[in-house]
């Protein structure tokens, strides 16, 4: 029979062979060995959960992830790139994973602005100047902002689904009923019933919208339990409600992001390298390549990832995402 120690012992080690280890962060959380150990970080109003792979020297890559997924979906393109020579990073957004506020009175703010100033003070905190970005789902709105009002920090971008910026006027706009059925759950949380049925169900919802969106992904529970553990983020759900309320105008945001917003109300121009992506199984909505080819002035290139290929590309074809990571900085080699 087995003694406490020796239990103790056998549990550790199948953790490890599992690929799990804990993060030292307020409300600890697991995370895939593949991507290393999670450090934190001081930036803006925030302390940022994040991995830093491959060599401190090597060309910076940000890959930022969607809703509602986490960092886990780049678990199998961050090796690729450090075995380039690419040093990696790979934040947690606000509401997310062991990402916290630094103060308990701020303001619970979800506009994409505002995510992307988040990026743009971790880069500072990290003293990282430029580096490529690529993201999907919220990831990718949040590279398209940082491109567009920050273009001295992007060296590339990669965006799944392309040019993602938009603004609450043009939120108000309706949209065709099969485009409004796309965006149900943004009316869901419209009402009080959809933020406690979200709180509630975070987890069921997350879920669905993971088969929603991916219909052609067969995930098994281990992929979706990982990434479910970011959601139970106490700011998660304020996060995530807030955002799609302020979409539609039904939410104010801050004041100190005015002057990002009346720059994004024009849909500015992307002038930095791109190479954007779209998978051929993509149910959640997105726009069409020909809408949106003609917001970048830089080289750029668009892709049809097939094979069906959802909404979370980085993990349902990671060699796809990784190899236009690395595409996209020889045009900037190249310039």
Same mark, same amino acid.
């Given at each position: 029979?087995?003694?406490? !120690?020796?239990?103790? *012992?056998? +549990?550790? %080690? ?5 690929? #799990?280890?804990?993060?030292?962060? &307020? $409300? ?120 567009? !009002?920050?273009?001295? *920090?992007? +060296?590339? %971008? ?5 040019? #993602?910026?938009?603004?609450?006027? &043009? $939120? ?126 830089? +080289? ?36």
């Amino acid at each position: 029979m087995l003694n406490r !120690l020796s239990f103790i *012992r056998m +549990k550790t %080690l199948a953790l490890a062979t599992a690929g #799990l280890l804990i993060s030292s962060a &307020a $409300g600890a959380q697991t995370t895939p060995t593949a991507l290393g150990p999670i450090k934190q970080i001081n930036a803006g109003v925030l302390n940022i959960g994040y991995v830093d792979a491959g060599p401190t020297s090597g060309p910076v890559v940000i890959l930022l992830h969607g809703w509602p997924y986490d960092i886990n979906s780049f678990t199998e393109v961050a090796p690729i790139l450090t075995a380039k020579g690419y040093r990696v990073i790979i934040p947690h957004l606000r509401g997310h994973g062991t990402t916290r506020f630094l103060s308990d009175t701020t303001f619970r703010n979800g506009q994409p602005s505002a995510i992307a100033k988040d990026i743009v003070d971790l880069m500072d905190a990290l003293k990282i100047p430029k580096a490529i970005l690529a993201g999907f789902d919220w990831g990718a709105r949040t590279a398209d902002i940082i491109a567009a !009002l920050w273009p001295e *920090r992007v +060296k590339g %971008l990669v965006s799944v689904s392309g040019y #993602l910026i938009s603004n609450q006027e &043009a $939120g108000k706009a309706p949209l065709p009923p099969a485009a409004e059925l796309q965006w149900w759950y943004q009316y869901y949380f419209s009402t009080e019933r959809g933020k406690e049925g979200y709180e509630k169900y975070r987890h069921d919802f997350a879920k669905l919208i993971w088969k929603l969106a991916s219909p052609k992904w067969n995930f098994d529970d281990a992929t979706f339990d990982r990434s479910a553990a970011s959601f139970d983020n106490p700011d998660h759900v304020a996060i995530v409600i807030h955002n799609y309320r302020w979409r539609l105008g039904l939410a104010n945001g801050e004041s100190k992001y005015d002057p990002y917003e009346q720059r994004l109300k024009t849909s500015p121009i992307i002038t930095v390298p791109t190479i954007t992506l779209e998978g051929d199984a993509n149910g959640a909505p997105h726009p069409p390549e020909t809408s949106y080819a003609n917001k970048f002035s830089g +080289k750029y290139t668009h892709k049809t990832i097939t094979g069906g290929i959802g909404h979370n590309l980085p993990q349902e074809a990671p060699k796809a995402f990784a190899d236009a990571i690395l595409e996209v900085d020889t045009y900037t080699n190249n310039q």
